[in-house]
């Protein structure tokens, strides 16, 4: 097996057959690929679709789909190492319930731009926001010398140039990341003290980078990103606190680099609200 898709539910059955059903139709890859879905502890049906329609339509097209079925939710690092575990691919992209692709070749092209760049060990797509929106979600990380966050090209025009070239960058952000199976196992998956989530796929790419492998954003590959639908709205999940708590753990682990790396400025990192 070339690759393995790893992507949690949680509940948000509507969102989770759109995207999932979008995944399993709109990828286009020579090489045998698996989706491997880990459900969360989903009351709503998730599950039950996962073993019967998502499993069909993937059996037509000769891609397996796999469940792993929790019966609690036990938060997304936690959940994404079982995947990691279980994972027949020798590459792993972790692609969030609210993704689907623009790019249709996303699997083999993101595979082989990392192939292909010396040191790469990981890498990540253009996300944008899904039509009509037609703008920039996030284009890679950057953090700022205080260890403050700016997804880089956010609210820019989609074919925006300043994000159109392939470049090495600061941080990657899960909902969409590619990273080598050998390599994520010897660097222990991600880290469940940034339960239950929020901050996780920042710790595992500055370990990585820690180790001396770059993380690469390649803009010839775009994926459409629902932003915030896989944790809005989620019953006993306050995402602002998570945010807050898990934000101040990474920069209390990580401020020896990136307060000397050549991160954005502060006012680059102001959240900007995008208009759905």
């Keep these: 097996m070339k690759y393995s898709v790893i992507v949690l539910s949680f509940n948000k059955l509507a969102c989770t057959r759109y995207c999932l059903t979008r995944l399993v139709e709109d990828t286009e890859c020579p090489e045998p690929w698996e989706l491997l879905v880990v459900d969360n502890g989903s009351t709503d049906g998730s599950a039950e679709w996962c073993v019967s329609e998502l499993a069909e339509s993937g059996k037509t097209k000769g891609i397996p789909v796999r469940l792993i079925r929790l019966s609690e939710n036990i938060g997304c690092s936690k959940a994404r190492n079982l995947g990691i575990e279980s994972a027949e691919g020798e590459m792993l992209a972790f692609v969030d319930n609210d993704v689907f692709p623009c790019t249709k070749r996303w699997l083999p ?16 797509p253009k996300m944008l926001y899904p039509p009509p ?14 260890g403050h966050v700016c997804f880089r090209g956010r609210g820019e025009a989609a074919d925006s140039p300043a994000y159109n070239e392939t470049c090495e960058v600061q941080c990657l952000i899960s909902a969409c990341l590619m990273i080598p199976r050998d390599l994520i196992r010897k660097h222990g998956g991600f880290d469940p003290a940034f339960h239950p989530v929020q901050f996780e796929d920042f710790d595992l790419v500055y370990r990585l980078r ?50 000397t790396e050549n991160g954005p400025a502060e006012e680059e990192c102001r959240w900007k609200k995008i208009p759905r």
């Design 109 to 124: 092209m993101l595979n082989e731009r990392l192939a292909s760049t010396k040191g790469c060990g990981m890498i990540g």
């Design 133 to 146: 929106v037609n703008l920039i979600q996030c284009a890679g990380v950057g953090i700022s010398r205080r």
């Design 210 to 259: 820690e180790q001396g492998y770059k993380a690469i954003y390649e803009p010839a590959v775009s994926m459409y990103h629902d932003e915030s639908t896989t944790t809005a709205g989620s019953a006993n999940l306050n995402n602002a606190v998570n945010v807050i708590r898990n934000g101040l753990l990474f920069q209390k682990r990580w401020h020896r680099l990136f307060s």
